[in-house]
């Protein structure tokens, strides 16, 4: 799933930061609702986080709800104060392609 539409606050200058989340996984018993997705990606709009730490957030509350055999959250940040970052958060093993 890719979302080209995340954005949250830089937690020091209050700036939007923007960023494409892009979520791969192999569920077990459940699976992500979209519109249920979606509006937990928007909560973030109005809150501070570095990039790091929301990335891993999103991985760590998405493996808390659905135990799936592996989850990737992947973070591609927008250029900011000329750096471009991409963080990759993962929980269990990687499936072979």
């Known amino acids: 799933m890719e979302c080209p539409e995340f954005t949250c606050l830089c937690p020091k200058t209050g700036q939007p930061d923007f960023a494409v989340v892009r979520l791969r996984y192999v569920p077990a018993r459940r699976c992500v609702e979209l519109k249920s997705l979606k509006l937990y990606l928007w ?14 957030r999103i991985c760590d509350d998405l493996v808390r709800v659905l135990r799936p055999r592996f989850l990737e959250v992947q973070g591609d940040f927008g250029v900011r104060g000329g750096i471009h970052t991409v963080v990759t958060a993962r929980h269990g ?3 072979r392609d």
Do not use: I, L, M, Y
């Not at 909560?43 to 891993?56: C, I, K, L, P």
């Open 93 to 95: 093993r990687r499936p």
């Open 43 to 56: 909560s973030f709009r109005d809150e501070g986080h570095f990039h790091e730490a929301v990335t891993n």
